[in-house]
């Protein structure tokens, strides 16, 4: 968990800085570039509601490597085996992105193209 507290920090900056600096790819000529741009939005979409359900399905204090503690959410065990459910649904379905994500890679590269030429 401490490393999932951290890395929401990290990811919501990474997400931040990629739709600022992409932005532009929504108002490109490319449909490719647009749909690669929406795929990223969604995949970085699908990491955060993993992890936040992941940190909102806990039912006691998180760590985070002794330098300070989290409350848990709820004590709502009603709630919290929600955040559970969304949790593993969420997790199947980042599954299913990242499979696509590969998926278009290969595509990507077996037309001979590389990241750099778009």
């Known amino acids: 968990m401490s490393l999932t507290t951290l890395f929401i920090t990290f990811l919501s900056f990474v997400y931040l800085c990629t739709l600022i600096r992409k932005a532009s790819k929504l108002i490109a ?27 909102l399905m806990m039912e006691r204090l ?9 409350p848990q959410s709820s004590n709502n065990l009603q709630l919290t085996s929600m955040f559970n459910k969304n949790h593993v649904f969420s997790c199947l379905f980042l599954g299913v992105m990242a499979e ?4 278009a890679v290969v595509k990507h590269y077996s037309k001979g193209e590389s990241y750099y030429d778009v």
């Not at 000529?29 to 936040?52: P, R, S």
């Not at 696509?100 to 998926?103: A, F, S």
């Open 100 to 103: 696509g994500h590969v998926l």
């Open 62 to 70: 998180i760590n985070v490597f002794n330098w300070f503690m989290i």
């Open 29 to 55: 000529d490319k449909k490719e570039e647009k749909m690669a741009f929406a795929g990223n939005v969604a995949l970085y979409a699908a990491i955060t509601i993993v992890m936040v359900t992941g940190v």
